[in-house]
C-alpha cells in the first residue's frame, strides 16, 4: 500500500480506529498492528508476506539463542545464519541477475561463452530495509548492546511496523521494541502533530516530487542525445530534489504515523542540501542507513583505530556496499565511490587546511557541498553509464550545441524550487520544523497546513510509487 | 503551540478553498466524470475472465469507443459488449492477450482503423505500447490498485476536480495540467502543438460518448481536427506501415483463437475529409483492408459496403457524435443479426 492512495488512507482510519477504541488491551491492539502490517504488506503482493515471516522467525530465534548460549563459535554460528539468510534473500531477489551478467561478462572475456537466462524476480518492496533493520537486532544482540525482545510479538512488530516497513527509517532494537511494552497513546498534540507531518511528507511526494520535478528529471534523463548545458543541470538539480522530497517525504509520513499512534520514530533526513561538507552530508541524508553502515560495517572494518590508510579504505568499501545497497548496478557503486572519494579528501584536508566556519563562506561551502553532490546524483540516476558520460560533460560545458530539450517554463520552475530547496535547507540547519511551527501565529500556520492540504488534492497524482521502494 | 486552533482552523481552511475550487469550475462547464485511464480498463478486462460464448469483445482504437455504444447494443441484443477499445492505438496486443491469458471463445469485434492496427509489431512503438501497458497493467495489479480504483469511483463521479486521464488532456485540471498551460516564449526548436481538449466522456462501462460541444460549438471541433494534422503531418512523421508484420502477428493469434471456438468479426467504421484522404493513401484498401480480410477469412464489416452504414458524417474526420453513434450501433447491430454473426439473446 502506498502512503499516497486511497486505500492508505482508509486503512489508517480504519486502524487507528480500533487503535483508539477499547475493545482491545494493549496486548490485542499490538496484535491488530502485527496484522494490519502484514495486510498493508501483502495488499501489494501477499505471498512475499512469507519473506517477513521468515526473517522474523530466524530472526527471533537466533535473538532468543544469542541471549543465553556463551560458547562463542555457537554464538558465531547463530549470527551467521541471520546474516546468511537476510543476506542471501537481497542476494537471490536483488543481486541475483546482476551477479550472473557479471559472471557471465568476465567468463565471455575468457572465452568461455557462457550463456545465461535472467530470472527477472520480482523485487519484493522494501526488502533491503526490513532485512537490514532485523539483522541489526541480532548483530546488535550478538554484541551484547541490545536486549531479547520480551514476546514474539514485540519482535515481530518490531519487523514489520507498517510505517517504516518498505522504506525505513531503519530503526534499532532498542529504539522501536521497548516502545512496544508499554501501552502507547498519542496525546493530542502528538496526535494532530503526528497528522502535520503526514500532510507535510504527502505534499512532499505528490506535489514537489511527482507533479513539479518528476517530469522533468525523467525528460531529461531519458535524452538520447548530448544536452545544453543548462538542460542537464536543470535535470539534474529537477532529479536531486525529486529524490530528496520523495525519500524524505516518505520519512516525514512514517515519523507522523507513528507518532499518531504514540510511537517516536527517529529523524531520518536533517536538510542534507545545508549540509556543510560531505561528512554532514551523511549526517543529514538517509541517517538510519548512514548509522548502520557506520555501525555494522565502517567500525568493524577497522573504522579510525588502525592509522589513516586503513580507515581511508574502510571508508571506501563503506560507500561502496551503501552505493551497491542501493541497486544492482555499477552505476550505483560510482555513486557511492564518489562519494566515498569526497569524503577521503575532505578527511585529509581537514587536518591540514583548517577553516573556521563563518555565515558567508559557510553558505559558499554548503553551495560547493550541494554542487559536488548533484554531480553524484547523475550517476544515481542514469541508467546506463553513456547517459551519465554525457550530462556531466553538458553539465561542465563541453557539449556547447547540446540539445535544447526543456521549455522556459520547466528551466524556471526548477531553478526557482532548487534556489528554494537550498535556501531552506541553509536556514534549517539549525531549526527543526516543530521550532519554526512554534514560532508562528496560529493563523499563519493553518493558513500553510491548508495550503498543502489544497495543493494535495488538486495535484491528485496517479499514485507513484515511492523512489526508494525500489532498493 | 496552539495545536487544536490550528487544526480547526486547517479544516474550515481547506473546506472552504476545496469547495470554492469546486464551484468555480463547474461554473466554468465541467461537471463530475470518470476518467479513462488504466484502472477502469483493467476492471472492464477482468470481465473477460468470466465471459461466456455468448458475450461481445471489442478491441480497437478510438472509433470502436466513440461509435459503438454499449448500453444502445444491449438494448438490442440482451447482451452489454465488453468494451476494450484504446485510443491511438493498435487492437493487436489486446487480442493477443485475450487469445493467451484467457478462455475466452465468444465473439470479438475488432475494429481496424488501417493507419493504427497496420502501424507496428515493436513493442515500444506508441500505438503498440498504449496498449499493451494496460494489459500489463491488469496482469500486474495489486490489491491496493483494486481497492484505490473502488474507492476512486464515488470521489470521481462527485467531484468536477478530480481529473486524471490517462490521456493527460489539455483542460484537465489537475496542477500538472494547469501548469502546463503557462504560456512562456519558445525555447526549443520543437512545434508548438495545438492543445488537445477532451471531446468525449466516458462512464463506469467504459461506454465512450462524443461531447455535445462538438456538434454545436466549431471552433471546438476545429480544434480537435488541428491536433489530428498535427498530429500526422509534424516531424517526425510517423514509420510506414508494417503491413506483412501486423497481418502476420494477427493471423497466429486469429488461428489460436478459432482453433478454440471463438469468432472475429472485423469492423471499418467511418472517416472523412483529411483522416479518408490520409488513409485511402497510405493504407489504401485493396491493399491492406482488402488482403487482412482475405487472408484472415473472417467476417468482415466495412461502412462502404452497407446502405445502413456508409452515410455516416464524422464530426472531426474521426468519430461519429453520440446521436449518430447511438444510430451507427443501431444499424451495425442490425447487419451483424442479418448476417448471423452474433446472437440476439432477448428473442431467443
Redesign the interface.
Known amino acids: 500500500m502506498l502512503f499516497n492512495s486511497l486505500s492508505f488512507f482508509v486503512f489508517l482510519v480504519v486502524v487507528l480506529v480500533l487503535y483508539y477504541t477499547k475493545i482491545f488491551n494493549w496486548t490485542g491492539k499490538k496484535r491488530m498492528l502485527l496484522l494490519a502490517s502484514y495486510v498493508f504488506y501483502g495488499f501489494w503482493n501477499p505471498p512475499l508476506v512469507i519473506l517477513l515471516w521468515i526473517s522474523t522467525m530466524v530472526d527471533w530465534t537466533a535473538g532468543n539463542k544469542l541471549a543465553v548460549e556463551q560458547n562463542l563459535r555457537k554464538r558465531k554460528l547463530w549470527l551467521l545464519l541471520s546474516l546468511v539468510v537476510n543476506l542471501g534473500f537481497l542476494a537471490f531477489f536483488k543481486y541475483r541477475d546482476f551477479l550472473l551478467d557479471n559472471f557471465t561478462a568476465v567468463a565471455d572475456t575468457y572465452g568461455y561463452g557462457y550463456q545465461t537466462q535472467p530470472l527477472d524476480i520480482l523485487l519484493p518492496m522494501g526488502i533491503s530495509f526490513y532485512t537490514f533493520q532485523t539483522m541489526s537486532y541480532t548483530i546488535d544482540m550478538y554484541n551484547q548492546k541490545t536486549e531479547r525482545a520480551k514476546t514474539f510479538l514485540d519482535f515481530a512488530l518490531y519487523v514489520t511496523f507498517f510505517p517504516q516497513l518498505v522504506a525505513g527509517p531503519i530503526v534499532r532494537a532498542k529504539e522501536l521494541i521497548s516502545q512496544f511494552y508499554e501501552e502507547k497513546k498519542a496525546t493530542a498534540k502528538q496526535f494532530i502533530w503526528g497528522l502535520f507531518l503526514l500532510t507535510l511528507g504527502l505534499f512532499q511526494k505528490v506535489v514537489l516530487a511527482d507533479t513539479l520535478l518528476a517530469d522533468t528529471s525523467d525528460a531529461v534523463f531519458g535524452a538520447t542525445e548530448a544536452l545544453n548545458f543548462w538542460d542537464a543541470w536543470a535535470g539534474t538539480l529537477a532529479f536531486s530534489g525529486q529524490i530528496f522530497f520523495d525519500f524524505a517525504g516518505y520519512s516525514t509520513c512514517a515519523i507522523g504515523i507513528a507518532m499518531m499512534l504514540g510511537m517516536i520514530l527517529p529523524h531520518n533526513f536533517l536538510y542534507p542540501y545545508g549540509a556543510i561538507g560531505f561528512s554532514d552530508f551523511w549526517k543529514r541524508w538517509h541517517i538510519s542507513l548512514s548509522t548502520w553502515l557506520r555501525d555494522y560495517l565502517y567500525i568493524p572494518l577497522g573504522g579510525n583505530r588502525f592509522g589513516v590508510t586503513r580507515m581511508y579504505a574502510a571508508l571506501m568499501i563503506t560507500m561502496l556496499l551503501g552505493g551497491l545497497w542501493h541497486g544492482a548496478a555499477w552505476t550505483f557503486v560510482v555513486w557511492g565511490a564518489l562519494h566515498g572519494i569526497y569524503l577521503v579528501i575532505e578527511k585529509a584536508l581537514k587536518h591540514k587546511v583548517p577553516v573556521k566556519i563563518t555565515f558567508w563562506n559557510g553558505i559558499f561551502f554548503a553551495f560547493f557541498t550541494f554542487t559536488c553532490i548533484n554531480f553524484t546524483w547523475v550517476f544515481f540516476r542514469a541508467n546506463e553509464f553513456s547517459t551519465a558520460k554525457n550530462m556531466i560533460e553538458s553539465m561542465l560545458f563541453l557539449n556547447p550545441d547540446g540539445l535544447l530539450l526543456l521549455e522556459y517554463f520547466d528551466l524556471l520552475k526548477v531553478f526557482i524550487l532548487t534556489a528554494l530547496l537550498f535556501f531552506t535547507h541553509w536556514y534549517m540547519r539549525r531549526h527543526t520544523v516543530k521550532m519554526v511551527a512554534e514560532n508562528l501565529p496560529v493563523w499563519l500556520f493553518a493558513t500553510g497546513w491548508a495550503m498543502m492540504v489544497f495543493l494535495l488534492l488538486i495535484a491528485q497524482g496517479s499514485g507513484e510509487q515511492f523512489i526508494y521502494f525500489q532498493f | 503551540?496552539?495545536?487544536?486552533?490550528?487544526?480547526i482552523?486547517?479544516v474550515v481552511?481547506?473546506l472552504i478553498?476545496?469547495t470554492v475550487?469546486e464551484l468555480y469550475w463547474r461554473s466554468q462547464g465541467y461537471f463530475p466524470d470518470l476518467d479513462d485511464d488504466k484502472y477502469l480498463w483493467a476492471k472492464t478486462r477482468a470481465k473477460v475472465e468470466k465471459a461466456t460464448e455468448n458475450d461481445v469483445v471489442l478491441i480497437g482504437s478510438s472509433r470502436v469507443l466513440f461509435d459503438i455504444q454499449v448500453h444502445e447494443w444491449e438494448a438490442l441484443t440482451g447482451t452489454k459488449p465488453i468494451q476494450l477499445a484504446n485510443a491511438g492505438s493498435t487492437p493487436l496486443p489486446t487480442f493477443h492477450d485475450i487469445v493467451e491469458n484467457t478462455n475466452f471463445k465468444g465473439t470479438v469485434i475488432v475494429g481496424v482503423t488501417p493507419p493504427l492496427f497496420f502501424s507496428t509489431t515493436y513493442e515500444q512503438a506508441p500505438p503498440w505500447f498504449r496498449a499493451s501497458s494496460r494489459s500489463e497493467f491488469y496482469k500486474n495489479r495489486?490489491?491496493?490498485?483494486r481497492?484505490?480504483f473502488v474507492?476512486?469511483i464515488p470521489?470521481q463521479n462527485s467531484l468536477a476536480?478530480?481529473?486524471?486521464d490517462d490521456e493527460a488532456w489539455y483542460d484537465d485540471?489537475?496542477?500538472?495540467a494547469?501548469?502546463n498551460t503557462?504560456e512562456?516564449?519558445?525555447?526549443?526548436?520543437n512545434p508548438k502543438e495545438p492543445p488537445f481538449r477532451r471531446f468525449q466522456d466516458i462512464d463506469l462501462y467504459r461506454n465512450v460518448r462524443m461531447k455535445e460541444r462538438m456538434v454545436t460549438d466549431t471552433a471546438f471541433a476545429n480544434s480537435i481536427m488541428a491536433v489530428w494534422k498535427s498530429m500526422l503531418t509534424s516531424e517526425p512523421k510517423p514509420p510506414p506501415p508494417d503491413k506483412e508484420g501486423t497481418i502476420e502477428f494477427f493471423l497466429k493469434n486469429l488461428e489460436k483463437f478459432e482453433a478454440r471456438g471463438g469468432k472475429v468479426i472485423l469492423l471499418r467504421s467511418p472517416s472523412d475529409g483529411f483522416f479518408d484522404e490520409l488513409e485511402s493513401m497510405i493504407t489504401p484498401r485493396a491493399e491492406f483492408w482488402d488482403e487482412l480480410v482475405a487472408k484472415a477469412n473472417a467476417p468482415a464489416i466495412h461502412y462502404q459496403d452497407y446502405d445502413k452504414l456508409k452515410n455516416f458524417k464524422t464530426i472531426e474526420w474521426s468519430h461519429l457524435s453520440a446521436t449518430d453513434a447511438d444510430n451507427f450501433t443501431r444499424n451495425l447491430v442490425e447487419v451483424l443479426l442479418e448476417e448471423n454473426l452474433i446472437t440476439n439473446l432477448k428473442t431467443n
Do not use: C, D, G, V
Not at chain 2, 503551540?1 to 487544526?7: A, I, R, S, W
Not at chain 2, 476536480?161 to 486524471?164: A, C, D, E, M
Open positions: 503551540m496552539k495545536l487544536k486552533q490550528t487544526l482552523l486547517t481552511l481547506s478553498s476545496i475550487w495489486t490489491y491496493a490498485q481497492l484505490n474507492l476512486s470521489i476536480f478530480i481529473s486524471n485540471i489537475n496542477l500538472k494547469l501548469l503557462i512562456l516564449p519558445h525555447r526549443t526548436t
